[in-house]
């Protein structure tokens, strides 16, 4: 099972209507939005796409939209199937290959954590089995699911998963991720998972990463991983800053919520988070336009 996320992966939002339905709708024109970006792949159902706060029907119903939207369009789909109930993850994995999906993800169940390295194993065996067909990532994101274990131990046992193409790495870990990386010679696909890092992990070797600000802020990555390949650190860093700066501003306004109002600014309406998410007032979102203007945001996205 071989498939390589390289170049940048959008990890998207999940569009809602302004009560906070399903607004699948939208699907369409987030594609196309992508595809004017670059973003030649999209990373469904995870954590930007609030798959938590998502009912099993709700989830089939968004990747069915969306294999219907990207099919013929050259824009890959990856879905992430993972689910504390391992029966609904064995549901979405299944559809995903009826569906013909390029690869599924599942997080490790957060609420009863897994107590071992080996049990984490059985769980992503468990999801995998269901879609035998289909590349499996691990996605691997310990700050929100508060289950660590290493991930170069990880792959040592993964001949339990047959399917497995490799870790969806959301963890600061650069050492970890540069042995992961190196695993028997490079046999797995390791994408990074934290944006804000991408030129450190660039550094090390990575070569592909999957990301919510790709949605809004394709252009900076780009032109980082661009300046890298031509030998011009002072450009990849400048880029780099301007993502960790945006970053912040966008944390500072709570991030989901803001994350959202930047792509309703970009003329791609997804509509508000669901709770346990909060939202922006009207004020807010105002607010947050000026401090993007300010920031220099919008002329970065045409630079």
């Known amino acids: 099972m071989t498939i390589k996320l390289h170049g940048l992966v959008a990890a998207t939002h999940t569009p809602f209507q302004s009560d906070g339905q399903l607004n699948i709708t939208v699907v369409e024109r987030q594609a196309e939005h992508l595809h004017r970006n670059g973003v030649k792949t999209a990373f469904i159902?995870?954590?930007?796409g609030e798959?938590?706060?998502?009912?099993?029907?709700?989830?089939?119903?968004?990747a069915l939209r969306w294999s219907e939207v990207v099919r013929g369009s050259g824009l890959r789909l990856v879905v992430h199937v993972g689910s504390n109930c391992l029966a609904d993850a064995r549901t979405l994995a299944a559809q995903a290959q009826e569906l013909r999906a390029d690869a599924?993800?599942?997080?490790?169940?957060?609420?009863?954590?897994?107590?071992?390295?080996?049990?984490?194993?059985?769980?992503?065996?468990?999801?995998?089995?269901?879609?035998?067909?289909t590349p499996f990532y691990f996605y691997d994101i310990p700050g929100l699911t508060g289950v660590h274990f290493p991930m170069p131990e990880f792959l040592v046992a993964a001949d339990r998963i047959p399917t497995l193409a490799g870790i969806k790495f959301t963890n600061p870990d650069l050492m970890a991720f540069q042995n992961c990386l190196h695993f028997?010679?490079?046999?797995?696909?390791?994408?990074?998972?934290?944006?804000?890092?991408?030129l450190a992990a660039v550094a090390v070797g990575a070569v592909g990463g999957v990301g919510s600000s790709y949605n809004f802020a394709a252009p900076f990555y780009h032109r980082l991983l661009a300046a890298v390949e031509r030998g011009d650190m002072a450009a990849a860093r400048a880029e780099q800053f301007r993502s960790v700066q945006l970053i912040e501003l966008l944390a500072a306004f709570g991030y989901m919520a803001a994350a959202k109002a930047v792509m309703g600014f970009l003329g791609v309406e997804v509509g508000p988070a669901r709770l346990p998410n909060g939202n922006l007032t009207t004020?807010?979102?105002?607010?947050?336009?000026?401090r993007l203007d300010q920031l220099g945001f919008f002329a970065w996205l045409r630079t």
């Open 51 to 62: 798959s938590h706060s998502l009912t099993v029907e709700e989830r089939l119903a968004l």
């Open 283 to 290: 004020e807010q979102k105002t607010r947050l336009q000026e």
């Open 184 to 198: 028997q010679g490079g046999r797995f696909d390791i994408p990074w998972g934290v944006d804000e890092y991408m």
């Open 104 to 133: 599924i993800a599942a997080l490790s169940p957060s609420y009863f954590k897994p107590k071992s390295l080996d049990a984490l194993i059985a769980c992503c065996a468990d999801i995998a089995a269901a879609a035998p067909g």
């Open 45 to 48: 159902g995870g954590s930007t």
